[in-house]
Structure formats: structure tokens, C-alpha cells
């Protein structure tokens, strides 16, 4: 059973980091592209960042470009997001998502994936 545990939301004032992880078991973790995907108040869930199953590609929204990295250690089955510079409107639940195929890539859409973690908070104050 593929499982996905999100962690290091919070609150944090404008211009502010925070460090999410996303810990996973069940399959094994180096097989499989990874995401962040995120849903905002009154927002459809948005693609933030993915990680190809080596962690050699990685592809960003235009929206935290430059401030967001997303980075996994594939020895701890760890997946992180780095948020630097945060905004009011990065506040947003975050998830973690698991790749649907073994093929090597970094799909934006959320088709492509098939496990998802039940999201962490993270609210920026202005």
C-alpha cells in the first residue's frame, strides 16, 4: 500500500522559507517521477514542482520560479520542497504525489499521478 505523509507546513510571515517533506512507503520510491501539487482558498489544485525518479530533472511553475526547489533523497524515500520568499498567495495546502509510470520524465499534469499525500498547510502573512 503506497503511502504519502506531508509535513513542515506552517505559518510564516511574507518573505519567510519553510521546508516541506514528503515521506513515502509502500513502492519503492526511486521508480517514480514525484510532485508537489497545491490548492489555494476558493482554488483549483495547481502544479508547483516535479522531480524526475533520479532527481536529475526537475521542472517548476513560472509562479515560484526562482524561490521554490524541489529536491528528494531517494535513501530515505523523502521527497522536499524548499520555499523561499514566500507570499500571501503561496498560502495554500500542499501535496505530494507519486508518479502513475516508471518511465522517466516530469509530468506537469495531475493525470499523471496516482498516490497523494493528504496535504500540510501553509498560510503567509502579510
Known amino acids: 500500500q503506497v503511502r504519502l505523509v506531508e509535513s513542515g507546513g506552517g505559518l510564516v510571515q511574507a518573505g519567510g522559507s519553510l521546508r516541506l517533506s514528503c515521506l513515502a512507503s509502500?513502492?519503492?520510491?526511486?521508480?517514480?517521477?514525484m510532485a508537489w501539487f497545491r490548492r489555494g482558498p476558493g482554488k483549483e489544485r495547481e502544479f508547483v514542482a516535479t522531480?524526475?525518479?533520479?532527481?536529475?530533472?526537475?521542472a517548476l511553475a513560472d509562479s515560484v520560479k526562482g524561490r521554490f526547489t524541489i529536491s528528494r533523497d531517494n535513501d530515505k524515500h523523502t521527497l522536499f520542497l524548499q520555499m523561499n520568499n514566500l507570499q500571501p498567495e503561496d498560502t495554500a495546502v500542499y501535496y505530494c504525489?507519486?508518479?502513475?509510470?516508471?518511465?522517466?520524465?516530469?509530468?506537469?499534469?495531475?493525470?499523471?499521478?496516482?498516490?497523494w499525500g493528504q496535504g500540510t498547510q501553509v498560510t503567509v502573512s502579510s
Open positions: 504525489a507519486r508518479g502513475r509510470s516508471t518511465a522517466w520524465g516530469i509530468p506537469r499534469g495531475q493525470n499523471e499521478y496516482n498516490y
Open positions: 509502500g513502492s519503492t520510491f526511486s521508480d517514480y517521477a
Open positions: 522531480i524526475s525518479r533520479g532527481g536529475g530533472g526537475t
